[in-house]
Structure formats: C-alpha cells, structure tokens
C-alpha cells in the first residue's frame, strides 16, 4: 500500500537515486523501413538534484548499460553489441549529463543535455513528464517517478553500420525513439 507524502520540509532541495529495480530505458528503430524494431538497454542508475523551489536549477545523471542490450532476439543482440554498432567491449555504457532544465508548464519540463555514446558526446533534449507527487513504498522508502522521451540519429553517435535493400532504401533506420521511465528513491 503507499500513501501521498507530505512536501519534503522546507521545500528546498532533495537527492534521489535512480531505482534500477524499476527503470528502463527502451528505443524503437525501424527494419527494413516498414517494421518497428523495440529493445531495452540493461540496468539504468544515477542520480536526480531536484531543486522543488525552482526546478530549473535541478541537476540529472543517468549511466546506462549498453551491454545489456536486448530486443528479444540472441543474434540481433549479439550483433548490436559488436563493433558494428555498439561496441560494448569498448563502450560497455553510456551517460547522460543535463545543461539545462526547463519548465514547460504543469509536470511538464524540457531537458538539455549531453550524452556519451560510443566514445561519441551530443547534445539532446529530453521531453519529460515528472509530477511532483512523491509516494511511500511498503519498505518506508520516499519515491517519485519521470518519464523523457526523445529522437536521435545514430549516425550521430558514430553507428554507422546499414545494408542496402534490394528494393531500395537501407535495412536499419536511422531514428531512434527513446523512452525512459525511472523511479526515483529519496536519499
């Protein structure tokens, strides 16, 4: 059972650790340009500053296990964790760093950031939804919850690799949606 929690005292600034018990980060690429090809990156952890005052002064850092890649299909997985694409003997995770954090109005924010991919660092935005209820779990834990999405271009991070189709166009597609859920535990 969890109940609603009160403001934290004060109302100022508060830790959270990413619970990667209950955090995912997935994507989605088109195959063949027709079909929409989903998988997961493993374990996700890091680390939320939430400034509740003014939450453009908050601060997010996220590792993910690009290792941990799976879509569900042991040759597919194998071969995005090749040089090929990820590289995962080299390039094992990547991060996430935010710049800047903007409030867009209700639960709604907007996240700039930058990310290292593939030995590769970018800047992203993030579109996410993080409301300010914060719930008790069974165990006497404070938790919160985020979800972000963006798109990015894989070739922007140095993942190349694609095949040419007989009938035209490639087998991988370049954009990749991104979506990431994360519960968040008070420190």
Known sequence: ???TAEAPAGTGVITLDIDPAHSSVSFAVKHMMIA?????????????????RDPSRSTVEATV?????????AQRDTHLRSADFFDVEQYPTMTFRSTRITPKGGDRYEIAGE???????????????????ELKDPYGNMKRAAT?????????????W???LEAG????????????????IRK
């Open 1 to 3: 059972m969890t109940t």
């Open 162 to 164: 694609n095949v040419a």
């Open 65 to 73: 296990d690009v290792a941990g890649i799976t879509t569900r299909e």
């Open 36 to 52: 929409t090809v989903r998988g997961e990156f493993g374990k996700v952890t890091g680390r939320v500053v939430l400034d509740v």
């Open 115 to 133: 990310v290292t991919l593939h030995g590769v660092t970018r800047p992203i935005v993030l579109e996410a939804e993080a409301g300010e209820q």
């Open 169 to 184: 166009g490639i087998l991988v597609g370049d954009e990749v949606k991104v979506t990431i859920d994360v519960a968040l």
């Open 148 to 160: 972000a999405t963006t798109t990015v271009n894989r070739k922007d991070f140095g993942l190349n």
